[in-house]
């Protein structure tokens, strides 16, 4: 049982934004796949995901009582951890959608590249902690960028340029948090512009294409365009109110591709509509800003770190995958945080939140 000290000092806001996205991804994901002909039960996801949403919400009670402080004495053996299990993918890892990104662990496949998105802000917290006075020059910086480098290649290479710009977003969100020196950080921006041509013969032709298609859909509209366009569409035809949960055309005929993962939000917009997408933004806005204060408020630079490491993932995640559905940015398969359909984001996210109100009951010394 939790005593009451405990209960005292847990974040009531944040944890009512991750209980009622929690909520919201249950009644979407029911929305979108109740007609599933390719599924004896047609609520398979449904099912699934509310069992892992329970399954989290235990591991995140039992965690409170869990000293985070204690993860910066496993920062390291964790990095090595997240190396093997990528890895791994490479090797015993199965292809889905032309990417090697999953392992199959019985009737479970999970995704490491997105746990390594987690241990990642860990170690990179543990790390910058040690370093957070030699952030000044271009030689400061070199082995943070390795550090960072070789899990961002391995997850390069399956190939998921999503997670490999969360990456990014994680790394630069926690240098700044860290004290970087501006100019120095405004240069590694310059410099990063200045390397995108050479960035793009590394690409996958599939992620060429729909880097192309971004500006001009149009041009392959029954091919790397078709996300882009029904997405739009959907969104589009919800207009204020929304056309009502499961009467959203576009998603129950099936013309708008993964419509219970990357693209839920159009079906959201589509079924619920403007008002519906508002809720949704509205939501996750208080959610990422009492994570802010929480980064804030921590008792050491180590839990400001991780709170902050958090912070840049879950925004840069919401801002992806929304601008990727209304068609103002390029898609590259990030997860809307909560509420899209899959195990392993669901998990990542969710002991990110864990982490965060441990972080926040312990901003004082608590006796248990």
């Given amino acids: ?9 847990l974040d009531y806001t944040l944890i009512g934004a991750t209980l009622l996205l929690l909520a919201i991804s249950l009644v979407m ?3 979108a796949t109740h007609i599933n002909t390719a599924s004896e039960d047609r609520y398979w996801y449904l099912q699934r995901q509310g069992l892992f949403a329970l399954l989290n ?22 990095y090595v951890v997240n190396l093997i299990l990528l890895l791994a993918v490479m090797f015993v890892g199965h292809s889905a959608l032309g990417a090697q ?6 009737p479970v496949s999970l995704q490491p590249s997105e746990f390594s998105k987690l241990i990642m802000i860990i170690s990179l917290a543990q790390m910058l902690d040690e370093r957070k006075d030699r952030l000044q020059t271009w030689r400061d910086l070199v082995p943070i960028f390795a550090y960072v480098g070789v899990p961002f290649l391995l997850v390069m290479k399956q190939p998921d340029l999503g997670t490999s710009l ?6 630069f969100g926690m240098l700044y948090v860290a004290g970087i ?27 060429k294409q729909r880097l192309t298609v971004f500006i001009d859909p149009g041009a392959d509209p029954l091919g790397s365009g078709y996300h882009i366009i029904q997405s739009k569409i959907a969104i589009g035809s919800g207009m204020l109110t929304g056309k009502g949960l499961f009467e959203g055309t576009q998603s129950q005929l099936k013309f708008l591709p993964e419509n219970h993962t990357d693209f839920i939000f159009a079906v959201i917009g589509e079924e619920l509509g403007f008002i519906g997408c508002l809720l949704v933004l509205t939501v996750f806005f208080v959610l990422i800003y009492r994570s802010l204060q929480i980064a804030l408020g921590a008792r050491d630079d180590f839990g400001c770190l991780l709170a902050a490491g958090i912070v840049s993932m879950l925004t840069f995640h919401v801002l992806v995958n929304v601008g990727m559905t209304a068609g103002i940015m390029p898609v590259t398969g990030i997860p809307l945080p909560f509420i899209s359909y899959g195990v392993s984001s669901l998990t990542t996210n969710m002991l990110s939140i864990a982490l965060l109100l441990n972080i926040y009951v312990r901003r004082q010394k608590l006796f248990f």
Avoid at 1 to 9: A, G, K, P, Q, W
Avoid at 101 to 106: A, F, K, S, T, V
Avoid at 166 to 171: D, E, M, Q, R, S
Avoid at 183 to 200: D, E, H, T
């Fill in 166 to 171: 969360v990456f990014l977003a994680i790394l």
């Fill in 57 to 78: 919400i235990v591991v995140l009670v039992v965690s409170l009582y869990w000293d985070y402080q204690q993860l910066a004495r496993m920062a390291k053996g964790l």
């Fill in 101 to 106: 990104r999953w392992i199959q662990i019985g």
């Fill in 1 to 9: 049982m939790l005593t009451n000290r405990l209960l005292r000092s």
């Fill in 29 to 31: 994901i029911g929305s």
């Fill in 181 to 207: 020196n501006q100019r120095l950080l405004f240069s590694i921006f310059g410099a990063g512009v200045a390397a995108m041509p050479l960035f793009w013969h590394v690409l996958k032709d599939y992620q």
